[in-house]
């Protein structure tokens, strides 16, 4: 069991390296593809699903999305129906 999860931790970092020279190009620095992804997934998406998905504490939620939201790659928007719901969209950047 323990060779499984050495095997796996081993390749999650392999593609968690992968996935950051890859994006590195479009001003997406650690970890932040991810909430990118999901907010393309999931255009609309509030911060407590993103945060739910991604699997995260929402003190690191908040830090990535204020720095995807200050280079322009998100946007946050009121609700309609609810002003202290902000919804997140991507950016024509994003």
Do not use: W
Not at 35 to 48: A, H
Not at 49 to 78: F, G, P, Q, Y
């Amino acid at each position: 069991m323990k060779e499984i999860l050495r095997e796996i931790g081993m390749i999650a970092r392999a593609l968690d390296s992968i996935s950051n020279i890859e994006f590195k190009e479009h001003d997406l620095t650690k970890g932040q593809y991810l909430y990118q992804v999901r907010i393309c997934e999931n255009p609309g998406i509030i911060q407590e699903k993103l945060v739910e998905m991604i699997k995260v504490d929402r003190t690191t939620a908040s830090r990535a999305i204020k720095k995807l939201e200050m280079n322009c790659i998100i946007e946050k928007k009121d609700d309609k129906h609810n002003k202290k719901i902000k919804k997140l969209f991507p950016t024509e950047k994003g």
